[in-house]
């Protein structure tokens, strides 16, 4: 069936440090892939997302870009801040089908 | 618009007691979602309902967990009687419902029950 795995964390930056989130998926047919993030205090807000291979989701400096021949999505930003502090979720959906990452905790330092 | 809210925002209870969780969707969301995270691990999907409807259940661990859709508007999901490892956080999401069937969901701020 379907899955993710993304990376372990916790991790933990300095401030505009460089952040990659590896995120891998398994899937039976074409999914749509999704990253999620939880503020502390929160619940889950789309960050973004992309729909078929080869798009680009980007919003707020992150991005992902969908890769069917690697099956991944990883997460990416130049530059984090303090504010960027949260749990990262990779998702994929296939017809209402959603399934997560285990998670990965960022902490960014100031 | 409102987004998708849930109560109680916290529930402690004792084993074996009963605990409710409510989810109200963005308003003209068919699509209804209940999801629970277990301390550290993956979000693994619960129920959706579509409408009023229960489409798919699979991810129901057991049946001392009972969600209702009545008038396919809010959601209640009861644990009874709740055992120490249904502890974790319960998300609720909805979505509306278009062709294709890859609707963003939206999620609430989830309900974080500790049992004691």
């Known amino acids: 069936g379907n899955s993710v795995t993304q990376m372990e964390g916790p991790v933990t930056l300095s401030e505009e440090a460089f952040l990659t989130i590896n995120c891998t998926y398994t899937?039976?047919?074409?999914?749509?892939l999704f990253w999620y993030v939880q503020y502390p205090g929160e619940g889950l807000q789309l960050l973004l997302k992309?729909?078929?291979?080869?798009d680009k989701g980007s919003n707020k400096g992150f991005e992902a870009t969908y890769r069917k021949e690697t099956t991944s999505f990883h997460l990416e930003k130049g530059s984090v801040q303090v504010s960027d502090s949260a749990v990262y979720f990779c998702?994929?959906?296939?017809?209402?089908?959603?399934?997560f990452g285990a998670g990965t905790r960022l902490t960014v330092k100031p | 618009e409102a987004g998708v809210t849930q109560f109680p925002s916290h529930s402690v209870i004792e084993k074996g007691q009963t605990v409710t969780l409510r989810c109200d969707p963005i308003?003209?969301?068919?699509?209804l979602y209940w999801y629970r995270r277990v301390m550290g691990k993956e979000i693994k999907f619960l129920l959706h309902?579509?409408?009023?409807?229960?489409?798919?259940e699979s991810g129901m661990p057991n049946n001392r967990f009972l969600a209702e859709r009545t008038g396919g508007t809010y959601s209640t999901l009861k644990v009874q009687p709740a055992e120490l490892e249904d502890s974790g956080v319960y998300f609720c999401?909805?979505?509306?419902?278009?062709?294709?069937?890859?609707?963003?969901?939206?999620f609430g701020p989830g309900t974080r029950l500790l049992v004691l």
């Open positions: 999401a909805s979505s509306p419902r278009l062709a294709g069937g890859k609707e963003t969901q939206y």
């Open positions: 899937a039976t047919g074409y999914p749509s």
């Open positions: 992309a729909t078929k291979a080869d």
């Open positions: 998702a994929l959906s296939e017809i209402n089908d959603m399934r």
């Open positions: 308003s003209g969301h068919d699509n």
């Open positions: 309902f579509v409408k009023e409807s229960k489409q798919d």
